[in-house]
């Protein structure tokens, strides 16, 4: 009953809407012939309050002319720089959002990468570290490089070689270099490059870089005592700058590696420095040096470090990456809680801060210094990019591992973007004069308005009841029979006793008569909440249906659903109206049934959809 009954309420909605847009087209004519009488005194009180307003405010809208221009172009002003501090603090949270994320992508990356290769190494009963392989290297780092949006990243995994553990070291790099570099040389399509060429410039002991003008690269080997971090496997294969493999080099005889690493070996935790390194980019000349950052991550093993993971990356590079369309005039500075590092830059030694102007394209190194302009203090949007949880206790003398602090600014370039050419001519003339004829011409249009919304809203609320009981049709001809009978003031006397009924005959119709098959049985073993949403739901889409087919839906009584074409409007293809119908009607039933065999239970799709039709 719950369903039908919605279904019956149905109907005087969905035929109201059509009579309602026709009554909106009404002129005053349909007005009742007492509030007609009333309009001209209505109207002659209203115009000379009207005057009087605009007599009144003309004479202020004078005086305000000259103030309303000044404050105009200051509001202007204000707005814009406002629109400018918005416009950047949105662009700088995207922009420093997207730093943090990629940081942290880098540091994740590499803690999964260790606790990968350590399992490896772990569950092979044949390897020990520092004596350990990793198959597919260059497969795995380059997806590592892709999963943290790097370029040409440089990867290094360097094991810890105790003093006691050396000799054995030359024959372990002989035997699994091979392999190594064939690997790498496949995968990344090097074909300068062959093993043997490899093999011949593999040294295999511990050995200390350094260069001679005269001699080229000399190798020495270690010969100190202690453990050695040597160049284990590197990826990309080739060194960009040397043009050769620096495999076993001692990773601890450059001063900010040995520094780093004495760092994460008391605290176990990764760490971060900047150093200048070689621009690895492609097109960069090999003397190009550019300021870069290496992360390096332990590889733990029965609580102590057995090897690191060294990533270094370049901070161009970086801010190229970020991939923010709009990005422009924007200043980067990095702020670090240590000193930046070790380099061939004397001021990067003793600086904390590194400036970068930054746009979609990438970046430009500004210099060591905050480079900002001081006037833009108060617009900047700040994000700590890297803290490390590290116990200060646990750091040497002198170690620190670094928190970095991204803080950006916006530059009088990207300030100009927000500014328009000309505020005092627009504001001088364009708003003064569209202030003032809006404000006269809204004022007069209030009043007007008022003295017509006295007569829509009369009009408006009788409207909404007649279309809420009658179709269009018929209370047009209730309006028609009104004007025709100005006496009769009320819907009582023209549809009771006192007027002829309005009863029309139709020869020209078809009726459809449409119920569903098993739907006794099926609603038996059904909650009522979903008996009626069966019902609403289909019959909902017959109500949709019916009003597309210009089908006039009668009522419906449990599952029976009745509908009828040709009235109360003729319409000579009522038949094939019909038709279509009912052909859209079995269509609906049978798609809905299927969707709603889900939540209403597996025999609903057997339902079927019954039609009758009479002409």
């Not at 009087?52 to 003309?58: A, D, G, P, V, W």
């Not at 004078?62 to 603090?89: I, K, P, R």
Request: aromatic letters at 10%; one cysteine or more; glycine letters at 6%.
């Amino acid at each position: 009953m719950t369903a039908a009954s919605k279904h019956r309420g149905d109907r005087s909605t969905a035929r109201s809407n059509p009579g309602t847009s026709r009554f909106d087209k009404s002129t005053e004519e349909d007005s009742p012939q007492p509030l007609k009488c009333m309009a001209p005194v209505v109207a002659d009180q209203e115009e000379k309050a009207v005057a009087r307003s605009k007599f009144l405010f003309f004479f202020v809208l004078l005086l305000a002319v000259s103030g309303a221009a000044t404050a105009t172009y200051l509001l202007m002003e204000s707005e814009e720089y406002n629109d400018f501090q918005a416009g950047f603090a949105g662009l700088g949270s995207e922009v420093s959002t997207v730093a943090g994320q990629k940081v942290d992508q880098m540091f994740s990356a590499l803690d999964s990468y260790s606790l990968f290769i350590t399992s490896e190494a772990r569950a092979n009963p044949n390897s020990s570290w520092p004596f350990v392989t990793i198959p597919r290297f260059s497969t795995k780092s380059e997806k590592i490089a892709a999963l943290v949006g790097l370029e040409s990243p440089n990867l290094f995994i360097c094991p810890v070689v105790q003093e006691a553990e050396r000799d054995r070291w030359p024959s372990f790099v002989m035997e699994s270099s091979p392999a190594y570099y064939k690997e790498s040389i496949e995968n990344e399509g090097n074909k300068k490059l062959t093993v043997e060429e490899m093999m011949e410039v593999t040294i295999p002991y511990v050995w200390s870089y350094s260069f001679d003008e005269t001699l080229g690269v000399i190798a020495e080997k270690i010969q100190r005592p202690g453990p050695v971090v040597p160049l284990w496997y590197r990826y990309p294969l080739e060194d960009p700058v040397l043009g050769m493999m620096l495999r076993s080099v001692d990773m601890l005889e450059f001063l900010g590696t040995k520094d780093q690493f004495h760092t994460t070996n008391l605290t176990l935790r990764p760490s971060l420095s900047f150093a200048q390194v070689a621009d690895t980019r492609a097109g960069a000349a090999s003397e190009d040096y550019v300021i870069g950052s290496q992360i390096m991550q332990p590889m733990i093993e029965d609580g102590r470090v057995v090897g690191v993971i060294l990533l270094r990356f370049l901070w161009v590079e970086f801010f190229q990456n970020l991939n923010i369309d709009g990005l422009t005039g924007t200043i980067a500075v990095l702020r670090s809680s240590c000193k930046l590092g070790y380099g061939a830059f004397d001021e990067l030694a003793s600086s904390k801060e590194l400036s970068y102007k930054i746009d979609s394209l990438g970046g430009v190194l500004l210099g060591m210094f905050d480079a900002h302009n001081p006037k833009y203090d108060d617009i900047v949007v700040s994000r700590v990019v890297l803290d490390v949880d590290v116990d200060d206790g646990r750091l040497p003398d002198g170690g620190c591992v670094p928190k970095v602090t991204l803080d950006l600014y916006p530059t009088e370039e990207l300030e100009k973007t927000y500014r328009t050419s000309n505020p005092k001519l627009y504001s001088a003339v364009m708003i003064a004069i569209f202030a003032f004829t809006s404000i006269v011409f809204l004022l007069y249009d209030f009043f007007v308005g008022r003295r017509q919304r006295k007569f829509m809203d009369r009009i408006a609320r009788q409207d909404q009841i007649v279309s809420n009981v009658f179709p269009g049709v018929i209370r047009d001809r209730l309006y028609a029979r009104e004007q025709e009978a100005p006496k009769q003031t009320g819907l009582h006397d023209t549809v009771g006793t006192g007027g002829a009924p309005l009863a029309d005959l139709f020869l020209e119709t078809t009726v459809v008569f449409a119920d569903i098959a098993g739907f006794t049985a099926w609603s038996s073993a059904r909650e009522p909440a979903q008996v009626f949403i069966l019902l609403e739901t289909i019959y909902g889409a017959f109500d949709r249906r019916a009003y597309r087919h210009n089908v006039f839906k009668v009522e419906t009584v449990g599952d029976c659903y009745v509908a009828v074409a040709g009235l109360p409007e003729p319409d000579k293809d009522h038949v094939m109206a019909v038709c279509r119908f009912a052909r859209d009607c079995l269509q609906i039933m049978q798609d809905t049934t299927l969707k709603l065999e889900i939540s209403l239970g597996p025999d609903t799709s057997e339902l079927d959809l019954r039609v009758g039709i009479h002409r």
